[in-house]
């Protein structure tokens, strides 16, 4: 199966500072790592820079406005206790909108295979008028309202296996029938939202909390009974993952206990989901990860299991 890497070295250039774990040095090592000679059939398509407009998809105008005014000239700038932008944060954010709506435009014009947006700053975090948690613009969000807009896509799913719990993306989602959000998060961490019991307007929001400590077991149980078959049962026209891989068991900021082998199989059992019910068109965006070696080696499972293609 055909896979494209939406990259870009804007991406690099937002800067939270020393010693923040949102660092350049995540992005390096996962595109270092696609560039291996198991991956020398990725396609690297060029990614536009999207207006301040698609951005507004998800978040309210005043909210978008404000994040790209406060993007300094030099130095940083704390936009709440966990996220800072730098001088390159403005263009890297938008640019990162830019690649996760053409890759939903190419799906939607026939390309086939999958796409993979490997981008910061991450998303699933931003509300629609509050950044937080290392997150500007809720890229998956964005990516489903334009599908919606540009494409007129009914039903869209997100899958989030970031140990966090996307709570911008429910936020956006949980009154909205036709969007479907299934997180699996470590409970309790943060940001203290994602309790089993939020199911949004039409059963359209499907949160699974993992104790601490929790490992391939019981993740793969949980999301067997109860992720799966509801994404199933909403039945997308695309599927778009928020691909976070700080539920490794070395990642230092959070305390699940997944490996490599469930990235691939997790990533076998969407993309058979994508196959039957949507056409084949899946498009996974980067999110969280912060041990950087963990990060490449799930990033690079990730991916091959995306050239891998719809086995369940």
Known sequence: MSVSIYYHEDFLGHDPGPGHPERIARLQSVRDALKG???AGLR?????????????????????DRVLASIPETGHV??????????????????????????????MAGEKGYAFCALRPPGHHAEPDRAMGFCLFNNVAIAAL????????????????DVHHG??????????????????????????????????????IVNICLPHGSGSDI???????????????????????SAGFDAHRDDPLAGLMLVEEDYIWITRRLTAIAENRAGGRLVSCLEGGYDL????????????????????
């Open 37 to 39: 000679e198991a991956f």
């Open 44 to 64: 690297w398509p060029d990614v536009p820079l999207a207006g301040p407009d698609r951005a507004m998809l998800a978040h309210r105008r005043d909210y978008v």
């Open 78 to 107: 704390r936009l709440d206790p966990d996220t800072v932008v730098s001088p390159g944060s403005g263009q890297a954010a938008l640019r990162a909108v830019g690649a996760v709506c053409a890759a939903v435009d190419a799906r």
């Open 146 to 161: 334009h599908a919606r807009e540009a494409h007129g896509l009914e039903r869209i799913a997100v899958v989030d296996f």
């Open 167 to 204: 709570n911008g993306t429910e936020a956006i989602f949980k009154n909205d029938p036709g969007l479907f959000y299934a997180s699996t998060h470590e409970w309790p961490l943060y940001p203290g939202t994602g309790a089993e019991e939020e199911t949004g307007i039409a059963g359209n």
């Open 219 to 241: 993740f793969r149980r949980r999301c067997e009974e109860r992720l799966l078959p509801a994404l199933e049962a909403f039945d997308p026209q695309l599927l778009l993952i």
């Open 293 to 312: 070696q963990a990060l490449a080696a799930s990033v690079a499972a990730h991916v091959g299991a995306l050239m891998q293609g719809g086995q369940g």
